[in-house]
């Protein structure tokens, strides 16, 4: 069973940057996909971006396309998730999760604040 | 962008009742490409649904959805305690973004 475990939650500054984590275990890194989905508070759920270790290929949501870099190290089978220009309504958990078509796994979350 | 509404915003039943959500969306969607989540306070999002209608790991039986083209649905067909919690359905297309998400469903203790 594949685990995913993320770093811990983060207070920012608005236009700084923030680097999320997500450490996989428990199956074949290189042949995930790993996509990046947010939570506002109280609101749904949105998906970033994702990325293929094996292929090194990220792609984005345009929403997020300018601000987002999502890159993989395979050597220590983790994924990061990069977001620039940060705003108040970046405010969110952010969720790492495998998966092609849907979701298998998910990480336990990352709560990342921006506030003055 | 494919769009996908689900109703009602909010259901609310009593422990043993039949629940019935709802997931349209605004373009086809391939029944392969339809999963359903569950998410309770302070947790990630669980995967009970993929491919429409096949329960992923451990899911039980009570859970189970059905449709096609633009209309799908998550039945849990007698409501246990630990149900009460809020659904979200989610595609996979060409189209971008590959995945979108509905707006969720409550379901809450009547």
């Known amino acids: 069973q594949v685990q995913l475990v993320q770093s811990g939650a983060e207070v920012k500054k608005p236009g700084s940057s923030v680097k999320v984590s997500c450490k996989a275990s428990?199956?074949?890194?290189?042949?995930?996909?790993i996509s990046w989905v947010r939570q506002a508070p109280g609101q749904g759920l949105e998906w970033m971006g994702r990325?293929?270790?094996?292929?090194?290929?990220?792609n984005y949501a345009q929403k997020f396309q300018g601000r987002v870099t999502i890159t993989a190290d395979k050597s220590t089978s983790t994924a990061y998730m990069e977001l620039s220009s940060l705003r108040s309504e970046d405010t969110a958990v952010y969720y790492c999760?495998?998966?092609?078509?849907?979701?298998?796994?998910w990480g336990q979350g990352t709560l990342v604040t921006v506030s003055s | 962008e494919i769009v996908l509404t689900q109703s009602p915003g909010t259901l609310s039943l009593s422990p043993g009742e039949r629940a019935t959500l709802s997931c349209r969306a605004s373009q086809s969607v391939s029944s392969s490409y339809l999963a359903w989540y569950q998410q309770k306070p302070g947790q990630a999002p669980r995967l009970l649904i993929y491919?429409?209608?096949s329960r992923a790991t451990g899911i039980p039986d009570r859970f189970s959805g059905s449709g096609s083209g633009t209309d799908f649905t998550l039945t849990i067909s007698r409501l246990e305690p630990e149900d009460f919690a809020v659904y979200y359905c989610?595609?996979?297309?060409?189209?971008?973004?590959?995945?979108?998400f509905g707006q969720g469903t409550k379901l809450e203790i009547k």
């Open positions: 990325i293929i270790p094996i292929l090194g290929i990220a």
């Open positions: 491919g429409a209608s």
């Open positions: 428990g199956g074949t890194f290189s042949s995930y996909t």
């Open positions: 999760a495998t998966g092609f078509q849907q979701f298998d796994y």
């Open positions: 989610q595609q996979y297309g060409s189209s971008p973004p590959p995945y979108t």
